[in-house]
């Protein structure tokens, strides 16, 4: 009886099942970043505007101050109508730009610490709920954000922000973990595009339809709106998504046997039970920590967007908070449709042979970094031509889609079994620049003039090219040793004791896991 109804209930399922996965992962990385980016608009309308220290020098003789794109903001009706009504009528705070660069990254620091737990959670019980769980808390701490920080100022919402923090740190360790056991080898490039382009949906709808909202209303809006639909998500991924495919109710016999015998992770887990994570192994991977270090790099650069354009846009080019979140939106909007251009080439090229998986991972990483690097370098050189500097900052973010074809995915390469585990190490470390990026920035600009964010743009590129030429030279595009050392044995020269394995299970119980997985 069971069995018809999961066959009758599988053949309303015209879409195979992993991309049906993959549209919800997309999904869910977009909710997480509309959750964790709206602030970063947000807060440019929740604070008092102090005079600065340049603030009195006129830009008719100062070339590194720019004119208001619109208005002069002579009275409150003037300020309504160049920031939005939320401006006029809600300057509630006074925070100095340090201080909104510690609020800005304080969600990394709870984001940091739940990398690799949430890593090892999802490899042990399946990603779907803790990746669930941890988006449901963070949507119902999204929602409450305008009353906490009402009640509690710049301490109340850093503590709200370090609470989601802890419950995004499992989303990508948790993603990777299921892509490890839905995404066949030759469309990998394929579901980083179309998974980690959820990242660049939730820039583009937390940019502009917070600056949108805003314009109209008020800014707690955008907290209550982003927030509903974390909720709305999660009733979706709770009925339509599993961990793997052979624990899915509904899929159909034709697409579980392709992926059993496509997907490296589920030939090795149904052939054997996965050994225990071999933590001196990658501790001493140096490919794993070049991939770490690319990490950082990828991050100092992507945070420094996400964080920090809708200020500078603000404070420096002087645009209205409607256009701020139009135009924050835009390079996002070029970095997602590139993303699926470069991963289409990627998998045609490495299936025709032009280059190797290896190759195409510093290939791809090398544009993402360099160039984003350089072009805003040429924004901030730009002054305040506001077109040129938007079309460098469009064209940045165009080339930073490369990564996703690059080191993003390049977990599934070198280690298939412990996915999760790698990518929270990767994400949870160099989500670090996001603690550090945005409070340096606060530091380099207190008064937000174009020759402080230039510099601040200077610092961006040199840690975009260092943590590239260290990906270049030592990283790797084939599984790991450590990752199956039943298969392929330990190195030469290993010095540091055999890696953990289980050794009790008789051939008859694992037969009985794996049926047990199937049923």
Same mark, same amino acid.
């Given at each position: 009886?069971?069995?018809?109804?999961?066959?009758?209930?599988? /053949?309303?399922?015209?879409? &195979?099942?992993?991309?049906?996965?993959?549209?919800?992962?997309?999904?869910?990385?977009?909710?997480?970043?509309?959750?964790?980016?709206?602030?970063?608009?947000?807060?440019?309308?929740?604070?008092?505007?102090?005079?600065?220290?340049? +603030?009195?020098?006129?830009?008719?003789?100062?070339?590194?101050?720019?004119?208001?794109?619109?208005?002069?903001?002579?009275?409150?009706? *003037?300020?309504?109508?160049?920031?939005?009504?939320?401006?006029?009528?809600?300057?509630?705070?006074?925070?100095? #730009?340090?201080?909104?660069?510690?609020?800005?990254?304080?969600?990394?620091?709870?984001?940091?610490?739940?990398?690799?737990?949430?890593?090892?959670?999802?490899?042990?019980?399946?990603?779907?709920?803790?990746?669930?769980?941890?988006?449901?808390?963070?949507?119902?701490?999204?929602?409450?954000?305008?009353?906490?920080? /009402?009640?509690?100022?710049?301490? +109340?919402?850093? !503590?709200?922000?370090?609470?989601?923090?802890?419950?995004?740190?499992?989303?990508? &360790?948790?993603?990777? +973990?299921?892509?490890? =056991?839905?995404? &066949?080898?030759?469309?990998?490039?394929?579901?980083?595009?179309?998974?980690?382009?959820?990242?660049?949906?939730?820039?583009?709808?937390?940019?502009?339809?917070?600056?949108?909202?805003?314009?109209?209303?008020?800014?707690?809006?955008?907290?209550?709106?982003?927030?509903?639909?974390?909720?709305?998500?999660?009733?979706?991924?709770?009925?339509?998504?599993?961990?793997?495919?052979?624990?899915?109710?509904?899929?159909?016999?034709?697409?579980?046997?392709?992926?059993?015998?496509?997907?490296?992770?589920?030939?090795?887990?149904?052939? /054997?039970?996965? *050994?225990?994570?071999?933590?001196?192994?990658?501790?001493?991977?140096?490919?794993?920590?070049?991939?770490? !270090?690319?990490?950082?790099?990828?991050?100092?650069?992507?945070?420094?967007?996400?964080?920090?354009?809708?200020?500078?846009?603000? *404070?420096?080019?002087?645009?209205?908070?409607?256009?701020?979140?139009?135009?924050?939106?835009?390079?996002?909007?070029?970095?997602?449709?590139?993303?699926?251009?470069?991963?289409?080439?990627?998998?045609?090229?490495? /299936?025709?042979?032009?280059?190797?998986?290896?190759?195409?991972?510093?290939?791809?990483?090398?544009?993402?970094?360099?160039?984003?690097?350089?072009?805003?370098?040429?924004?901030?050189?730009?002054?305040?031509?506001?077109?040129?500097?938007?079309?460098?900052?469009?064209?940045?973010?165009?080339?930073?889609?490369?990564?996703?074809?690059?080191?993003? !995915?390049?977990?599934?390469?070198?280690?298939?079994?412990?996915?999760?585990?790698?990518?929270?190490?990767?994400?949870?470390?160099?989500?670090?620049?996001? !603690?550090?990026? &945005?409070?340096?920035?606060?530091?380099?600009?207190?008064?937000?003039?174009?020759?402080?964010?230039?510099? +601040?743009?200077?610092?961006?590129?040199?840690?975009?090219?260092?943590?590239?030429?260290?990906?270049?030279?030592?990283?790797?595009?084939?599984?790991?040793?450590?990752? *199956?050392?039943?298969?392929?044995?330990?190195?030469?020269?290993? =010095?540091?004791?055999?890696?953990?394995?289980?050794?009790?299970?008789?051939?008859?119980?694992?037969? #009985?896991?794996? #049926?047990?997985?199937?049923?």
């Amino acid at each position: 009886m069971l069995t018809g109804w999961r066959l009758a209930l599988s /053949k309303l399922f015209i879409i &195979p099942q992993r991309y049906v996965l993959a549209v919800m992962a997309l999904l869910a990385v977009a909710n997480a970043y509309t959750m964790r980016v709206c602030l970063n608009l947000a807060i440019t309308q929740m604070v008092k505007k102090t005079s600065s220290s340049h +603030a009195s020098v006129s830009a008719d003789y100062d070339p590194l101050i720019c004119q208001d794109q619109n208005v002069a903001l002579t009275n409150s009706s *003037d300020a309504r109508s160049f920031y939005g009504t939320s401006r006029a009528d809600a300057q509630l705070f006074e925070w100095s #730009e340090a201080t909104q660069g510690l609020i800005l990254g304080s969600f990394y620091y709870g984001y940091v610490l739940t990398h690799i737990p949430g890593g090892m959670l999802a490899e042990r019980y399946g990603g779907k709920w803790v990746l669930g769980g941890g988006l449901l808390s963070t949507a119902i701490c999204t929602i409450i954000t305008p009353i906490t920080v /009402k009640m509690g100022g710049a301490t +109340a919402i850093f !503590i709200l922000r370090v609470i989601e923090g802890f419950g995004e740190g499992p989303t990508m &360790p948790a993603l990777m +973990a299921m892509l490890s =056991k839905w995404a &066949p080898k030759a469309e990998r490039a394929r579901f980083g595009a179309i998974v980690f382009g959820g990242a660049q949906i939730g820039n583009i709808a937390g940019s502009y339809f917070s600056g949108l909202i805003m314009y109209n209303g008020s800014w707690e809006n955008v907290f209550y709106m982003f927030g509903g639909l974390g909720l709305l998500w999660f009733v979706l991924w709770s009925l339509l998504c599993y961990s793997t495919p052979n624990t899915h109710p509904f899929i159909s016999d034709s697409e579980k046997k392709f992926l059993n015998q496509n997907v490296d992770a589920l030939i090795h887990t149904y052939a /054997k039970r996965l *050994d225990p994570i071999p933590w001196k192994a990658l501790l001493r991977s140096v490919p794993l920590w070049a991939l770490i !270090i690319a990490g950082i790099g990828h991050d100092w650069g992507y945070f420094t967007m996400v964080t920090d354009l809708p200020k500078y846009m603000t *404070d420096v080019l002087k645009f209205n908070i409607k256009s701020t979140g139009m135009l924050s939106a835009l390079p996002f909007v070029a970095m997602w449709i590139a993303s699926f251009f470069f991963g289409l080439i990627c998998d045609f090229c490495v /299936k025709r042979g032009y280059h190797s998986i290896r190759n195409a991972r510093k290939i791809y990483t090398t544009i993402a970094a360099t160039g984003p690097g350089i072009c805003i370098i040429m924004a901030s050189y730009s002054g305040c031509d506001t077109t040129l500097a938007v079309f460098w900052f469009i064209f940045a973010m165009t080339l930073m889609g490369a990564y996703y074809s690059g080191m993003k !995915i390049n977990p599934l390469d070198i280690s298939p079994n412990y996915a999760g585990t790698t990518t929270a190490m990767v994400n949870g470390i160099a989500a670090i620049s996001g !603690i550090i990026s &945005p409070y340096l920035i606060g530091l380099l600009t207190p008064n937000s003039t174009l020759e402080q964010w230039r510099i +601040a743009f200077w610092v961006c590129l040199g840690v975009l090219v260092f943590t590239n030429v260290i990906y270049i030279l030592f990283a790797r595009g084939e599984q790991l040793w450590w990752d *199956d050392v039943k298969v392929h044995g330990y190195p030469e020269g290993w =010095k540091y004791g055999d890696l953990p394995t289980r050794q009790n299970d008789s051939e008859g119980q694992k037969t #009985e896991n794996i #049926e047990k997985d199937k049923k």
